[in-house]
């Protein structure tokens, strides 16, 4: 069997250096390492601080690692939430945040854009009781990105609440001004090609204040993840769980890598591809663009309207040796999600459109 | 740097297939594969009836992955725990699940025990009213291990509370009677020779109808991880988050070498290896038993007072390739901890007595 190219929505293809930062792992024994050492403490803080350099996170940010995003979700309302939080949904992952926070029992308020559409700014009304608005800067299930200036914004419109940005599927190729943000989140087996089972939560002063907020009124319910355990641990460089070690060493490696390649050069690459892409759908007629509005179409999960059968589609593409995603939930069967992610190629994602027009 | 041999209580040294593995996951490209395809639903299932041989364990329990074992404590007590649960406490470990309770606004009992001892039958009076009873079989931070037969007679005496026990450090090797009990759980870093980031909750049916009971009245605050998604989620092979895919392929191959190996073999193995350190703990006259009673003394996790400086001790066998641990909290200073996992070979273990004699 030979080794295909997986251009699927995330687990995706690994970023090209991590078969050998797992070869390096395993003969320095990275998977034996007590998670209270100081080999892990150094390990720890080589990740975050050049994740803070590629991210150009605030110094006042915190920077802590869960399991996965999903997990933040949760940690995010049982630790900054009362009583409202407000989501803008326009896909299964946005909804699915707003689910959790009625599910841990909030007034979960929502604008729910049609899937393949986003709000307007006109569109919302933004209770002053909302304590935290949720917005998913990147649909992994649809494709939608906001435009950064949604998060200026928000910012300006509604300064009373907290702005928490799910990043899952995107960071760091937007340029996210953490200071006109409190929260960003994502998961390292998107861009950050890492096999899945680590999330990143990144969480600035206000949401820290809040849950502090919170604590001094007995309403934090988050036990060793309350953001108060989780600060505690993270300032001596160590996890309230045993974390996934290997995962936060491949990571800082991954991340190192992207600081030597540079993040302009990455974003820059990142555009021309979504380009490629955008233009394979035009250029086949048998695919269309998903979101009519071209500035809200995602870079970094390009998804297609398929007339073709696309199960039809994937096989044939499996055989000539890339993997792609089939549609998200009802679109399963009438979809193609295409990620472009930083470890794409601009040559492998050039042959994926050939193979595409081929077939 | 050449490899050391890990003897630390967790994590600990790799099974000694796992590099083979992790070759032959990157491969088969285990670390691209979608959650959501039928090859995790495979791996899944062959991790899953591969572990339910090796445990013996009755087709009415289910098996769910989690992050960690720390997180399962927090599931246990959302989900099966209304008002009340009771906890043995006999060190760090036990200590922390008790505490969770309290955090979870339930009242939480227990009965501590000196750390170095366990409870006695006799000692417990546990109110009808506990719902859960939480007993560590074996404290990786003490060393103290409960005998089966407590089991046998907690479920005798306290026939209408749920049974959960710890068994982080500890199973495989323990023969449990899963009907004996209503869940168990551990963190793959221990006696399976993983990387950490992966825990294993078995759930038998008195867990699962007590979770269902808890909904019907509306108090299941476990959003995601309530024993109702997870069950759903696993009726189809599949997980509540995006899980660790790396790390549940790898303990299912694990798993494949210990049955090719035979638990009857490891067991035999283990407890041959726990003799040779407890002789070299008398043979040594610096360093003497923790566990006053030797059918408390742990087979897994071997702990032993140490009147030599013990950071020097560590520094000279890590020098001779060994790694072992100093004691936790407050006995970091004054005690050792070996492992005596299932990777570890008779050879290695008496080699790791040889060099102590030496030093």
Same mark, same amino acid.
């Given at each position: !069997?030979?080794?295909?190219?997986?251009? /699927?929505?995330?687990?995706?293809?690994?970023?090209?250096? %991590?078969?050998?930062?797992?070869?390096?792992?395993?003969?320095?024994?990275?998977?034996? @390492?007590?998670?209270?050492?100081?080999?892990?403490?150094?390990?720890? #803080?080589?990740?975050?601080?050049?994740?803070?350099?590629?991210?150009?996170?605030?110094?006042?940010?915190?920077?802590?690692?869960?399991?996965?995003?999903? &997990?933040?979700?949760?940690?995010? @309302? +049982?630790?900054?939430?009362?009583?409202?939080? $407000?989501?803008?949904?326009?896909?299964?992952?946005?909804? +699915?945040?707003?689910?959790?926070?009625?599910?841990?029992?909030?007034?979960?308020?929502?604008?729910?854009?049609? &899937?393949?559409?986003?709000?307007?700014?006109?569109?919302?009304?933004?209770?002053?009781?909302?304590?935290?608005?949720?917005?998913?800067?990147?649909?992994?299930?649809?494709?939608?990105?906001?435009?950064?200036?949604?998060? #200026?914004?928000?910012?300006? /419109?509604? =300064?009373?609440?907290?702005? *928490?940005?799910?990043?899952?599927?995107?960071?760091?190729?937007?340029?996210?001004?953490?200071? =006109?943000?409190?929260?960003? $989140?994502?998961?390292?087996?998107?861009?950050?090609?890492?096999?899945?089972?680590?999330?990143?939560?990144?969480?600035?002063?206000?949401?820290?204040? #809040?849950?502090?907020? !919170?604590?001094?009124?007995?309403?934090?319910?988050?036990?060793?993840?309350?953001?108060?355990?989780?600060?505690?641990?993270?300032?001596?460089?160590?996890?309230?769980?045993?974390?996934? %070690?290997?995962?936060?060493?491949?990571?800082? #490696?991954?991340?190192?890598?992207?600081?030597?390649?540079?993040?302009? /050069?990455?974003?820059?690459?990142?555009?021309?591809?979504?380009?490629?892409?955008? =233009?394979?759908?035009?250029?086949?007629?048998?695919?269309?663009?998903? @979101?009519?509005?071209?500035?809200?179409?995602?870079?970094?999960?390009?998804? *297609?309207?398929?007339?073709?059968?696309?199960?039809?589609?994937?096989?044939?593409?499996?055989?000539?040796?890339?993997?792609?995603?089939?549609?998200?939930?009802?679109?399963?069967?009438? =979809?193609?999600?295409?990620?472009?992610?930083?470890?794409?190629?601009?040559?492998?994602?050039?042959?994926?459109?050939? %193979?595409? *027009?081929?077939?």
């Amino acid at each position: !069997m030979s080794k295909k190219i997986y251009f /699927t929505p995330g687990p995706s293809e690994l970023y090209f250096t %991590v078969e050998g930062h797992l070869k390096t792992a395993l003969r320095e024994q990275v998977g034996s @390492i007590s998670h209270r050492s100081q080999a892990f403490k150094n390990i720890y #803080k080589e990740t975050e601080e050049n994740l803070r350099t590629l991210l150009n996170l605030p110094a006042d940010y915190k920077v802590f690692f869960t399991s996965s995003a999903t &997990e933040i979700w949760e940690h995010l @309302i +049982r630790n900054c939430v009362e009583n409202e939080s $407000y989501h803008l949904v326009n896909g299964a992952f946005s909804k +699915r945040f707003w689910e959790f926070s009625g599910l841990l029992g909030r007034t979960n308020l929502k604008h729910e854009s049609e &899937e393949g559409n986003g709000a307007k700014p006109g569109d919302l009304n933004i209770p002053g009781s909302s304590e935290l608005i949720g917005i998913t800067l990147n649909e992994s299930s649809t494709g939608v990105s906001y435009p950064l200036d949604w998060l #200026k914004y928000l910012r300006s /419109t509604y =300064q009373e609440s907290l702005i *928490a940005v799910d990043g899952v599927s995107s960071i760091p190729i937007p340029e996210i001004d953490f200071s =006109q943000i409190d929260s960003a $989140y994502f998961s390292v087996q998107k861009c950050f090609g890492l096999p899945a089972g680590l999330g990143v939560w990144l969480v600035g002063p206000r949401c820290m204040e #809040k849950a502090r907020e !919170m604590n001094a009124k007995g309403l934090l319910s988050a036990t060793y993840r309350s953001l108060l355990s989780l600060e505690k641990s993270a300032s001596n460089y160590q996890t309230v769980e045993t974390p996934n %070690v290997l995962a936060i060493y491949l990571l800082g #490696k991954v991340v190192i890598d992207m600081l030597v390649k540079g993040i302009d /050069t990455i974003r820059r690459e990142s555009r021309y591809k979504a380009a490629v892409l955008h =233009q394979m759908i035009d250029d086949l007629d048998w695919l269309s663009e998903f @979101i009519p509005e071209k500035e809200l179409r995602s870079e970094t999960v390009v998804v *297609a309207n398929c007339t073709r059968d696309n199960d039809q589609v994937v096989k044939q593409l499996e055989e000539a040796g890339f993997v792609i995603g089939k549609g998200y939930g009802k679109f399963k069967t009438s =979809q193609l999600r295409f990620a472009n992610f930083p470890t794409h190629s601009r040559e492998q994602v050039e042959q994926l459109a050939d %193979v595409m *027009a081929k077939i």
